[in-house]
């Protein structure tokens, strides 16, 4: 199924009551994941204030957790699914964002700045840093799992950013085979194309509750905000559940996306 995407990028969804139901029970399973001594070891990053939670919440293929199912209307986009992965368990916590292990001086004053703002699949590797689209997903999908105030580390998007970074991917993989994109170096013009996104798109925060959702594009430049030291939630934090299925071999050979 195909999502008819606005300029925007993004797609914000109001309160429903089965989005709802399937966050308190994903909030549920989240909280005890986000206590196991082993996740902890693995997930919790920038001194204890993100828990990055790639793949933590056991949520099955159709995105059902803890006998509830994934449903809310954003099945009108992206239809039901089979082959979602678990989903990311992202919390932060007060006094977010403080350095990651082994993250530079500038990169934390990317992460604190400019929101850490990046594209979904864009990877770096390696030193000093490169970049290369080693992933493509058909979109994603925010699901807040629980209560805080808005200025406690919400997503931020930037505007239409999308048709800039498809743009500048395209131009960048085009004269290469599919077969050589993974390892085709983009960080010139993909940080080039970043810059273009913050000199002319406008930044958003896209603060949302428990029942609501946000769907984004897969190519949408996003981030987290600080969290203010006015900001107040639960002991639990600001936690969020995120699905991002990964493109099928014919999408994914595809750079332009509607």
């Known amino acids: 199924m195909s999502v008819s995407w606005p300029e925007s990028g993004y797609i914000a969804y109001p309160w429903d009551a089965d989005t709802y139901r399937w966050s308190q029970a994903a909030r549920v399973v989240g909280q005890a994941v986000a206590q196991d001594p082993k996740m902890i070891e693995t997930w919790l990053q920038c001194e204890g204030t993100w828990f990055v939670g790639v793949d933590a919440l056991p949520s099955d293929g159709t995105g059902a957790i803890a006998g509830c199912d994934l449903k809310g209307p954003f099945l009108e986009q992206i239809g039901q699914r089979t082959d979602l992965h678990p989903a990311q368990l992202s919390i932060t916590y007060p006094g977010y964002p403080r350095p990651r292990a082994g993250e530079s001086d500038a990169g934390f004053r990317y992460r ?22 080693r992933e493509r997903h058909d979109w994603i999908l925010g699901i807040p799992l629980t209560e805080t105030t808005p200025n406690a580390s919400p997503l931020v998007v930037w505007e239409g950013s999308h048709r800039i970074l498809q743009a500048a ?10 077969s050589d994109w993974d390892d085709v170096d983009i960080t010139d013009i993909y940080v080039s194309a970043r810059k273009t996104v913050f000199e002319t798109c406008q930044r958003r925060v896209l603060f949302s509750r428990p029942g609501e959702a946000v769907l984004l594009h897969p190519y949408l430049l996003h981030g987290v905000a ?16 995120y699905f991002r299925p990964v493109s099928s071999e014919s999408s994914r050979c595809k750079i332009r996306q509607k």
């Open 112 to 133: 604190r700045n400019r929101d850490a703002a990046h594209m979904d699949g864009v990877l770096a590797e390696g030193t000093p840093k490169r970049r290369f689209f």
């Open 169 to 178: 991917l395209q131009a960048a993989l085009d004269p290469y085979p599919v």
């Open 226 to 241: 600080p969290w203010s030291q006015t900001a107040s939630a639960s002991k639990h934090g600001r936690m969020i559940a």
